[in-house]
């Protein structure tokens, strides 16, 4: 039985390769539960000190086990870094001893801009995660579990996913223990349930909601953009890049 968590952050493609996993039949796929607790029922974001964040996000990571009444065989967790931080620690202990931690980055000269389009098209406000795009966040992350564990984690980039899709996929099945299929290069337009709980879900998943597979991207080009980025944005991109580049240099070929 795999046990796999794919840390990454905002407009880095995750979504699209938990869209290609949910394909599997015997795979239960969880989305983003620790995201999913900041979030209120009005769409407004949550205080950590809130109890009802406490008690929402046990909640929803109680849904990241298997019962034996679940059909399911294997376990595969999508998350953003960002949303634990402080907290990485609790991702290698306990439930999450015997997890996979597996990693996604993508160029944040693309991710940036990306961003932008998101929130120029909602309210023209950039969301409170820009510090450092979410690299920082990945990178501690994936030191901690380096650090705990006697296997180097995998990552993978977006950028080759998109070029090489099916190669990819291949092994990043193959080194978590998720059963690869055909089936996941392409698939059905379709919206879950889990999505809609996102204020303005149509803008952060309309690209995955509408698609039918990987397309196809110039390696190293994808998303970017020659608009001026917004002065927060251009602070946020110098920050993340050092960050990206010890990422990408331990990253998994």
């Known amino acids: 039985m795999a046990r796999v968590i794919l840390w990454s952050s905002h407009r880095c493609a995750s979504t699209a390769v938990e869209r290609s996993i949910r394909e599997l039949e015997k795979v239960k796929v969880v989305h983003e539960p620790n995201c999913m607790a900041f979030f209120g029922e009005d769409g407004s974001l949550r205080n950590v000190e809130d109890p009802m964040f406490e008690a929402k996000r046990n909640y929803i990571l109680s849904q990241s086990k298997l019962s034996r009444s679940e059909r399911y065989e294997h376990i595969f967790i999508k998350d953003l870094a960002y949303y634990v931080r402080g907290s990485f620690d609790e991702f290698i202990r306990g439930e999450f001893a015997n997890f996979t931690h597996t990693f996604l980055i993508r160029d944040p000269t693309a991710v940036a801009p990306s961003i932008q389009r998101v929130c120029k098209a909602q309210d023209g406000e950039v969301p409170f995660f820009t510090d450092t795009l979410g690299f920082e966040e990945m990178y501690n992350m994936y030191e901690t579990v380096k650090n705990?564990?006697?296997?180097?984690?995998?990552?993978?980039?977006?950028?080759?996913?998109?070029?090489?899709?099916?190669?990819?996929?291949?092994?990043?099945?193959?080194?978590?223990?998720?059963?690869?299929?055909?089936?996941?290069?392409?698939?059905?337009?379709?919206?879950?349930?889990?999505?809609?709980?996102?204020?303005?879900?149509?803008?952060?998943?309309?690209?995955?909601?509408?698609?039918?597979?990987?397309?196809?991207?110039?390696?190293?080009?994808?998303?970017?953009?020659?608009?001026p980025l917004l002065?927060?944005?251009?602070?946020?991109?110098?920050?993340a890049m050092p960050y990206y580049e010890k990422l990408n240099s331990l990253r998994t070929v």
């Open 231 to 239: 002065p927060e944005l251009e602070v946020a991109l110098k920050k």
């Open 148 to 227: 705990n564990s006697n296997s180097k984690p995998l990552i993978i980039a977006a950028e080759d996913i998109f070029d090489a899709p099916r190669e990819t996929m291949e092994m990043y099945c193959r080194e978590t223990g998720l059963p690869f299929s055909e089936s996941m290069l392409t698939w059905e337009p379709k919206v879950f349930p889990e999505w809609k709980q996102y204020p303005n879900y149509e803008l952060w998943f309309g690209s995955v909601m509408t698609s039918s597979g990987f397309l196809k991207h110039t390696a190293g080009k994808m998303g970017k953009s020659s608009e």
